[in-house]
C-alpha cells in the first residue's frame, strides 16, 4: 500500500523529492530542537496520483484524518471546534522553490461559530475576525475560483469608507461585516455557500494547492527556469500561530546574509501584528529586521541564534519565515535563499573562507548565467542627474524601458519588440507574466523580502521595491513623484537594481566592475575578486579547453584577455566585406581564369595580413582557420535593388550601368531556392578554381612572417560542410600542395593540420570515415540543429518558435541550447566512430551552443576536447567547464 501522508517527525531534508522543499525544510527544522508548529505533510507522489486520475488517490484521506487527529490531541483541541478552535494553514511545497506560484489558505477550521470561541479564546475579538475574512478571502479565490480583485475592491471600499489607510485600522465589526461581504461575493459567483464544515475546507484546500501545480504561473514559472512539470508539489498542513494577535505579534522574513550582495549580517523585513503573507504581499510597508531587537529583545536574540544554527547546518544562505505570537518566536521556513549572481559569488567565496564548503562546492554553486549578468553594462553614475525616486536595490542591475502598469501591457509590448519595466504598486503571482516579460520590476510598496524582490532576484531581473516617494496609480497608468512629476504610461525609464534608483530617460552604460577586471586583469575584491577566484578554480579543474571565435586581430586578443586558449573559429567570409567587396566581385563577375587569378592575387595580401594579426594575438595557440563558407552570392548587392536600378535606367531611355547590369546578371545566374543547402562551403572550394589555394597561400605566408619574426604561429585549416570523405580528401590534397610549395618557396616548414566541420547528419553519421582524411573536427552545432530539424533558423524563430515554446514542443530553442535527444545523438556517434577510426582525433566545437552553460556540461560528458564560443562568452564558458567537471558523467549539472 503507498503511503502518502508524513508527520513532520518523520522527515529531514534529504527527503524533499518526496515531501517537497517547504515540508522537508520543516521536518529538518523540527529535528534540529528549533521552535517549530507541529503538522503533516502531504506526499508529492500523492499530488501526481491526483493530477493522472483527477481524484484523490485510495486512502489518502483516511491517512490525512489518522494524521490530523495525532495533531489535535498534541493540540488538546480539535479542528475548528466552537471554543478555541484548533486551525490550521494548508501550503504548496514543491521539490525546487516556486515563490508564490501556487496556493496557500490558513486559518483553516474558521466558521460562523468557531470565530466566536477564538475571539473568546484570545481575547481579542478584531483577532478572530480579521483572522476568519482572511479564511473566506483566501478560501474564496484559491479553492472556489472567485478573482481575487472582487476581495480586494470590497476592502478598499471598507478603507476609504471608513477614512483608514490600511486594514490594521478596522475594527472587530468592520471585519465582521467585511466576512458577510466576502461570503456574499463568492455566493454570488459561485452559486454555493462558503463552507462551514472544516472537515471540508481542510479537504478542498489539500485538493486545490495539488491544483495549482498546474496553473498558468506556475507552468510559467517551470517554464522559466527549467522546473521538470512531472515532480508535483506537495502540501503542508500545519498549526496555525499568529502574527495578528496585536502589538507584541508580528511575522517577518529574515535571510542569514544579503541576497541582493552577499554581504553577511542580519537582512529582512519585520511587520507587526500582521500575518506572513502581509510581509511578503507588500500592502503595508514593512521595518527593517533590526528593529526588532527594540520591539521584542527576547524574540530578536532567539532568531538569532536560530540563523546561526541554519546557517551552519545548511552551509548556504537560509531563507527564514517567522512569527510571533504575543512574544514567542516560531519558526515556519526555512529554504536555501534565492540570490543574486552578485550574492551567489560573494557567498561561496565567503563559505569558503569560513571552511563550511570547499572550493570544488563554491564553484557547484555560481553558474555561467550569473557570471553572464554580472558582465552587463551597468549605469554610468557620472552622467546621471537626480533621480526620481528611491526604493531598497532589491535585485542588481541596469535595466532601461518604458513604463507600463499592468502585466498585460507587458506581455503585449514586449512581444512587439519593446523594452519595458512593469511598474506596480506591489506584485503578486498573477504578474509573473509581466515580470517575465519587462526588463525591470518597480513597486512603491514591500521590501526586500516582498513577491517582487523575491521573484525578481531568482529569474535575474532588475528590481527597485519600496519606493514610497511614486504614488502609483494604476486605473490612470502614471505616477507622480514627490515633486510633483508626472510619468505616464510609455514614458521611459533608467532603473539601477544596485543602487535602488530610478531616472526618467535612459541613463548612458558602462562596463561593470567585473567587465573591468576581465579586460585589464587586475586582481581585486568583493565580487570581483570572488569571480577571480571561482575562475581560477575552474581552470585548475576542467578537462575542456575554451577557444573563442575570433574574425579579426581585437576580437582574439580580446579573447586571450578573457582567457580563451586560442580561436576555435576564425570565419574568412568576414575578411571579404567592406572595401574589399569589389574584389569579390571582380572574382565572380570575371569570365575568364586569368581574370579569376588576378582578382584572387589581389585579395591575397589582404587576406595574409589578416591572418598576421590574427596568429600574432594568438601567438602560441591554435588558431582554426575555417575556409569560406557562404554562397558566393551574399558578396553581391541584392538582386531586387539591382533589378530595380537596371529597370529605371532602361524606363528613362537610358543605358544601363553596365556593372549593375554584369552584377545582375551573376546574381541571377547564382539565385538559389535554398542557398543554405546550395552552392557553399566545401562545394565553393571544388567548383571555383583558385579560391582554396589563395586562402592556404595566405594563411601559409602568414605563418612564414609570423614565423620570422620570431613568433609561434599554430594555424589549423577547416574545411567546412563536408558530407562525404570524398570532398575532404579531394580539398586536403589541394591545401597539402600549396603548403608543401609556400614551404619551398619560404625555406620556412609550414605545417597546418587540416579537418572539418561536422555540421551535416550525414558528416555525422560517416564520422569514422571522414575521420581518415581529418585530424580534427569541429561541430558546426547551428548547421546541424537545422539540418537535423529541419529548420532555416532566419524564418523558424521568429515563424513559430514562439507557439512551440508556449506548447512545451520543447523547453528552450534549440539554437540557444543544444537538442541533446536529437542533435546530441549524432555528436555521440560522430564522437564514438572519428575515435574509433582516429583514437588522437581532436574533437571541439564551434557553433553558438560552445557558449551555453547547458550546453557544455553536454560536451563535457560527450569526451569532446573544447569549446569555442563568442569572445564576450569565454569567461562563461570557463567557469561551466569547470563546474561540469565536477558532476557526473552524463552531463547533468549540479544546480
Known sequence: MVRYVYDFTEGGRDLADLLGGKGANLAEMTRLGLPVPPGFIVSTEACRAFLATGAEPEGMSREVSRHLSALETSAGRRLGQPDDPLLVSVRSGARFSMPGMMETVL???????????????????????????????????????????????????????????????????????????????????????????????????????????????????????????????????????????????????????????????LYGD??????????????????????????????????????????????????????????????????????????????????????????????????????????????????????????????????VGAAVFDSAEAVRRAAAGEKVVLVRQETTPDDLPGMVAAQAVLTSRGG?????????????????????????????????????????????????????????????LADSPVMRYLESGEESDGVVGAVERALRHADGVRRLEVRANADTPEDAARARRFGAQGVGLCRTEHMFLGDRRKLVEDMILAGTDEGRRRALEALLPLQRQDFVGILAAMDGLPVTIRLLDPPLHEFLPNRTELAVRVAVAEAL???????????????????????????????????????????????????????????????????????????????????????????EESGVPVRCPVGTMIELPRAALTAGRIAGEAEFFSFGTNDLTQTTWGFSRDDVEAEFFPAYLDRQVFA??????????????????????????????????CGEHGGDPESVHFFHAAGLDYVSCSPFRVPVARLEAGRAALTDTDGSDSR
Open 812 to 845: 528552450d530553442s534549440p539554437f540557444e541550447s543544444l537538442d541533446r535527444t536529437g542533435v546530441g545523438r549524432l555528436v555521440g556517434i560522430a564522437v564514438a566512430e572519428g575515435r574509433a577510426a582516429r583514437p588522437d582525433l581532436k574533437i571541439g566545437v
Open 653 to 743: 531611355g537610358q543605358e544601363p550601368d553596365s556593372r549593375d547590369a554584369e552584377l545582375l546578371a551573376a546574381v541571377s545566374r547564382m539565385h538559389e531556392e535554398n542557398p543554405m543547402l546550395g552552392l557553399r562551403g566545401v562545394r565553393l572550394a571544388l567548383v571555383v578554381p583558385g579560391l582554396v589555394a589563395m586562402q592556404v597561400r595566405a594563411v601559409a605566408e602568414a605563418v612564414v612572417e609570423r614565423v620570422r619574426a620570431g613568433g609561434d604561429p599554430r594555424p589549423e585549416i577547416m574545411v567546412p560542410l563536408v558530407g562525404d570523405v570524398a570532398e575532404l580528401r579531394l580539398v586536403r590534397e589541394e591545401v597539402e600542395r600549396v603548403l608543401a610549395r609556400v614551404s
Open 270 to 399: 519585520y511587520l507587526a501584528n500582521a500575518q506572513g503573507e502581509d510581509v511578503v504581499a507588500g500592502i503595508r510597508n514593512t521595518v527593517p529586521l533590526a528593529e526588532l531587537e527594540r520591539l521584542d529583545p527576547r524574540s530578536y536574540r532567539q532568531l538569532l541564534g536560530h540563523m546561526r544554527t541554519l546557517e551552519r547546518h545548511y552551509r548556504d544562505l537560509c531563507d527564514i519565515e517567522f512569527t510571533i505570537e504575543r512574544g514567542t518566536l516560531w519558526m515556519l521556513q526555512t529554504r536555501v535563499g534565492k540570490r543574486t549572481a552578485e550574492a551567489a559569488f560573494a557567498i561561496a567565496a565567503e563559505l569558503v573562507d569560513e571552511e563550511l564548503i570547499t572550493p570544488d562546492e563554491a564553484l557547484a554553486r555560481v553558474g555561467g548565467d550569473g557570471l553572464a549578468r554580472l558582465m552587463f553594462p551597468r549605469f554610468d553614475t557620472s552622467a546621471t542627474g537626480r533621480p526620481l525616486a528611491h526604493g531598497l536595490p532589491a535585485s542588481p542591475g541596469a535595466a
Open 107 to 265: 486559518d483553516i477550521g474558521l466558521n460562523d461559530e468557531s470565530v466566536l470561541g477564538l475571539a473568546k479564546a484570545s481575547g481579542s475579538e478584531r483577532f478572530a475576525w480579521d483572522s476568519y475574512r482572511r479564511l473566506v478571502q483566501m478560501f474564496g479565490s484559491t479553492v472556489m475560483g472567485v478573482d481575487a480583485a472582487l476581495f480586494e475592491q470590497a476592502m478598499a471600499d471598507l478603507k476609504e469608507a471608513r477614512g483608514v489607510p490600511d486594514d490594521v485600522h478596522l475594527e472587530a465589526g468592520d471585519l465582521a461585516g467585511l466576512v458577510e461581504t466576502y461570503k456574499a461575493i463568492i455566493r454570488g459567483r459561485t452559486g454555493e455557500d462558503f463552507p462551514q464544515l472544516p472537515a471540508e475546507q481542510l479537504r478542498r484546500a489539500i485538493l486545490a494547492v495539488f491544483e495549482s501545480w498546474n496553473g498558468e504561473r506556475a507552468r510559467l514559472y517551470r517554464r522559466r527556469e527549467h522546473i521538470p512539470d512531472d515532480l508535483g508539489t506537495a502540501v503542508t498542513v500545519q498549526r496555525m500561530v499568529y502574527g495578528n494577535l496585536g502589538p507584541a505579534s508580528g511575522s517577518g522574513v529574515a535571510f542569514t546574509r544579503d541576497p541582493a550582495t552577499g554581504r553577511p549580517g
Open 448 to 508: 526586500k523580502t516582498s513577491h517582487a524582490a523575491v521573484v525578481a532576484r531568482g529569474m535575474g531581473k532588475v528590481c527597485v521595491c519600496g519606493a514610497e516617494e511614486l504614488a502609483v496609480d494604476i486605473p490612470r497608468r502614471r505616477f507622480t513623484t514627490a515633486d510633483g512629476t508626472v510619468v505616464e504610461e510609455g514614458a521611459i525609464l533608467s532603473v539601477d537594481g544596485s543602487a535602488g534608483a530610478v531616472y526618467a530617460g535612459a541613463v548612458p
